[in-house]
C-alpha cells in the first residue's frame, strides 16, 4: 500500500507563486514515477508535469515556462512549483505516483487563482 499526502494548496491572485509538495510512505518500488495531474472546474483530470527516479521529466506545453517539477528520491518527495499563475490554473492539484504497475493517488489539493 503507497500513501501519498499533499500541501501548500491555497487561493493565490494572478501573477502570484504557489509551490505544492507531496510525500510518499509505503511500499514504493523502484523505479517509479511521481507527479502532479490536475482537474479544473468542469474538466477532466489532465497530466500537469510527471519526474521518473531516474530523472527524466514530462511537463504539459499549457505551464511548461511557468511550472517547474522535482523530486526527492531519498525523501520520497515531489514538489511542483508554480510561478505567473493564471485564472485557468484554477482546479484540484492531484499527486501521483505509479509504482510496481499500480497508479496511486493523493487526496488533491486546491489552487484557486483568483484576483
Known amino acids: 500500500q503507497v500513501q501519498l499526502v499533499e500541501s501548500g494548496g491555497g487561493l493565490v491572485q494572478p501573477g502570484g507563486s504557489l509551490r505544492l509538495s507531496c510525500a510518499a510512505s509505503g511500499n514504493i518500488f523502484s523505479p517509479n514515477n511521481m507527479g502532479w495531474y490536475r482537474q479544473r472546474p468542469g474538466k477532466g483530470r489532465e497530466l500537469v508535469a510527471t519526474s521518473s527516479s531516474a530523472g527524466s521529466t514530462v511537463i504539459a506545453d499549457s505551464v511548461k515556462e511557468r511550472f517547474t517539477i522535482s523530486r526527492d528520491n531519498a525523501k520520497r518527495t515531489v514538489d511542483l512549483q508554480m510561478s505567473s499563475l493564471k485564472l485557468e490554473d484554477t482546479a484540484v492539484y492531484y499527486c501521483?505516483?505509479?509504482?510496481?504497475?499500480?497508479?496511486?493517488w493523493g487526496q488533491g489539493t486546491q489552487v484557486t487563482v483568483s484576483s
Open positions: 501521483w505516483i505509479f509504482s510496481g504497475r499500480l497508479d496511486y
